[in-house]
């Protein structure tokens, strides 16, 4: 069975500091793509990072970055400078085979304070 | 800016009352995905178009179906909503022919039930 299992249902982080979001995997798939969506009140699900899996560098996008550990299966969410506007719910999520659905974790609920 | 519309934002609608979604893209992809969201919950895949050819998951209820007439649009439609199909109901697209399986998400469609 392919899984995602984000064990951080709720977090929070003071503004401008650093916060790692959790989330590990299953699956019996060699080649596979992993994401991580922010959805803020608005409902909008708004694409964060991506990584391959096949390539074994941590995919960066300027204030996030991932720690990808393939043998692990575990790819955590690092959000550097934390913003207020970094407030939402963080889905990790995998897809293995081209046009198949997203298999996502229950979500990790990020609160920024200021 | 290519993007994945909604319409409409908000629904209201009936109990037991047809009701459609609507969803078109000018991203020019392959793939178009709907997803159902109940709240603190993460998206469920109902269905979705791969090119022309549909794929139904299997605990998707028949009172959802699915129409795609053009690579750029795609509904919902709802036979005989019940109470407990009030919920996000949020499109993606995606592209297999540009290599990445990134999908992309509308703003969703908010459907209540009365």
């Known amino acids: 069975a392919q899984t995602v299992t984000q064990s951080q249902p709720e977090m929070s982080v003071q503004e401008a500091e650093t916060v790692t979001l959790s989330c590990t995997y299953d699956?019996?798939?060699?080649?596979?793509?992993l994401f991580w969506y922010k959805q803020p009140p608005s409902r909008q699900m708004i694409l964060v990072i991506r990584?391959?899996?096949?390539?074994?560098q941590n995919a960066t996008e300027n204030r996030f970055s991932v720690n990808f550990q393939k043998a692990a299966k575990s790819f955590s969410l690092k959000i550097s400078d934390s913003q207020l506007g970094d407030t939402a719910m963080y889905f990790c999520?995998?897809?293995?085979?081209?046009?198949?659905?997203?298999?996502f974790g229950q979500g990790t609920e990020l609160s920024v304070k200021p | 800016d290519a993007m994945v519309i909604q319409n409409p934002r908000y629904q209201v609608t009936q109990f037991g009352k047809p009701v459609t979604l609507s969803c078109s893209q000018t991203?020019?992809?392959?793939?178009m995905y709907w997803y159902q969201q109940k709240s603190s919950q993460a998206p469920k895949l109902l269905f979705h178009?791969?090119?022309?050819?549909?794929?139904n998951e299997a605990d998707t209820p028949d009172n959802f179906q699915s129409r795609r007439p053009n690579t750029s649009f795609c509904f919902l439609d709802i036979r005989s909503p019940g109470l407990g199909d009030a919920a996000m109901y949020l499109c993606?697209?995606?592209?297999?022919?540009?290599?990445?399986?990134?999908?992309?998400f509308g703003p969703g469609t908010r459907l209540l039930v009365l």
């Open positions: 993606a697209t995606s592209s297999t022919l540009q290599g990445q399986e990134t999908q992309y």
């Open positions: 991203l020019n992809h392959n793939v």
């Open positions: 178009y791969y090119d022309k050819d549909f794929n």
């Open positions: 999520a995998f897809v293995y085979n081209q046009g198949g659905k997203l298999i």
């Open positions: 699956t019996s798939e060699s080649n596979y793509y």
């Open positions: 990584q391959e899996a096949y390539k074994q």
